[in-house]
């Protein structure tokens, strides 16, 4: 299998019916992600299943996100006061701390299940049942099973705080790719380029949470998202990160 950008897009469309990609930003992301599977990485077929899925995925995911603001423009609205993100080098209990975070009421953190698909956006009523909690729970049984050590290395649930992955990923720009494969060349890009749509992106997918963090408790919570290794080294290079509280294991 050889990755082409163009029929990954295509796939997408046809997957979803939807045709608008939103900013051409991610665009550059997507071909350099593409050229570095398919010249550095030296994937097996399982890995070229996975990776297809994961780029599948974060196109699906960016697609149905701009359906939603076409669809409901007041979303865009919704104001992302003082963001806290989790930072912190690999292996320094940054999710640990994330999720410990995740429980102080006064804070919304982004849950595994809404990572992978933020769309349509959690309702208070279904935030225990909805089905995309039991698809996020099969894809960790899934990964577990391939991976029987990852389970040891990696705290992760379905209903508990994860990074924003997922979220960067719909822009392709993030260590998502090059923490499961090796692509130098893709990583060397990634360490220059220019992210400052990647977190206007990020945003506004915080911002589809954003009513329904009232609806769960009846005030506007603050945000709170975790990318430990690519946070501590974007935002200090991305302009009009103002109003951003940081915090890190000591």
């Not at 599948?56 to 992302?80: C, F, G, M, W």
């Not at 029987?148 to 209903?159: C, I, Q």
């Amino acid at each position: 299998m050889t990755f082409s950008a163009d029929e990954l897009e295509d796939g997408a469309r046809a997957a979803t019916g939807l045709d608008d990609f939103g900013s051409p930003y991610y665009r550059e992301g997507l071909e350099r992600t593409v050229e570095a599977l398919n010249t550095e990485a030296g994937l097996n077929d399982i890995g070229r299943v996975i990776q297809h899925a994961t780029i599948s995925n974060a196109l699906t995911q960016r697609l149905k996100v701009e359906d939603t603001y076409a669809l409901h423009p007041e979303i865009d609205e919704e104001v992302v006061a003082g963001p806290v993100f989790v930072i912190g080098l690999p292996r320094t209990g940054t999710t640990a701390l994330s999720q410990l975070v995740a429980a102080d009421p006064r804070f919304r953190s982004l849950r595994m299940w809404e990572s992978q698909a933020p769309t349509p956006p959690p309702e208070a009523a279904t935030q225990h049942t909805d089905p995309r909690i039991a698809q996020a729970e099969a894809g960790l049984e899934m990964l577990y099973d391939m991976f029987p050590l990852m389970k040891t290395l990696y705290n992760s649930e379905a209903k508990a705080a994860t990074e924003c992955q997922d979220l960067m990923g719909m822009s392709f720009r993030t260590f998502h790719f090059d923490g499961a494969v090796r692509v130098p060349g893709y990583l060397a890009w990634l360490m220059d380029c220019d992210m400052r749509e990647t977190y206007t992106f990020h945003r506004r997918v915080l911002k589809l949470r954003s009513g329904t963090a009232r609806r769960f408790c009846g005030i506007s919570r603050r945000r709170c998202t975790c990318l430990p290794s690519m946070h501590s080294l974007t935002l200090t290079r991305t302009p009009n990160s103002c109003g951003v509280t940081v915090i890190q294991p000591r």
